[in-house]
């Protein structure tokens, strides 16, 4: 990989050699700055990974962005709507299929699952499975690159939130299987489906992990004040939390006491 670049003040732009990044105008407290998508290919063929939502301004731009490159593939990081509600608008303006785990979500004959390998112009991307967000969650290695794509999986900024669809043990599991492949296959950058460009994988993740432990070690003194319900746990745990996005963490507590109460 010749570097990142990262541009200032948004993740638009963002970039490694083979990966680029155009923001969707969709910002809020759930998406950050707004969905990633990615353009992938160094050629006259391309992959986009996450259209985005249903939004024509955004699908237009991606479109006339590419100019005369082909898109051989629609991939999705999984199923939610931010990332995947303009996919089959965006497979007609291009006429390529759409893959994803969830075949609710596909256009075409083919899916995605992990140990997958898909090639545009001689450049691949390797499909790792990563529950837990979503239960569809999967994360794309570009070894040219050494860049991961972690969709919702791992965030350029803050912190991902475990769906309903998804589950804490599951999205555990993959964030240690995420540092093992950091570390195995010395990547050099997380492209997040949210966020700007994280230049330290290992320190992200080991980061995203170690704070997973602290919130369960936090709900679990709140269960021993007395708190019962996850709204009672919100209170008491993110009490230093805009309240705004107190809906969103209850909603990550929920899956943090099915863990607890699974272990």
Known sequence: ???????????????????????????????????????????????????????????????????????????????????????????RMVNAPVRALDPRHRLGDEGL????????AGLEIHVHGTPGHSFDSLCFWL???????????????????????????????????????????????LLPGHGPVLPDPIGALD????????RLDQIRAAREQGARTARQIVTIVYADVDRSLWPAAEMSVLAQLDYLDAS
């Open 113 to 120: 699952a992990d140990g997958d390998v898909v090639t545009v």
């Open 1 to 91: 990989m010749s570097g990142l670049h990262i541009p200032i003040g948004t993740p638009d732009g963002s970039r490694t050699e083979h990966a680029e990044n155009l923001l969707a105008p969709n910002p809020s407290a759930m998406t950050l700055d707004g969905t990633n998508t990615w353009v992938i290919g160094a050629g006259e063929e391309v992959v986009v990974v996450d259209p985005g939502p249903e939004d024509e301004s955004h699908l237009q731009r991606v479109r006339d962005h590419l100019g005369e490159r082909r898109v051989t593939e629609i991939l999705l990081t999984h199923g939610h709507f931010d990332h995947s509600g303009g996919a089959r608008r965006f497979a």
């Open 207 to 214: 980061g995203y992990i170690a704070h997973r432990r602290e």
């Open 143 to 189: 070894p040219a690159d050494r860049a991961m794509l972690t969709g919702d999986t791992v965030l350029g900024r803050g912190t991902t939130i475990i769906a309903r669809d998804g589950g804490l043990a599951d999205y555990l599991r993959s964030l240690d299987r995420l540092r093992a492949a950091a570390e195995s296959l010395e990547a050099r950058a």
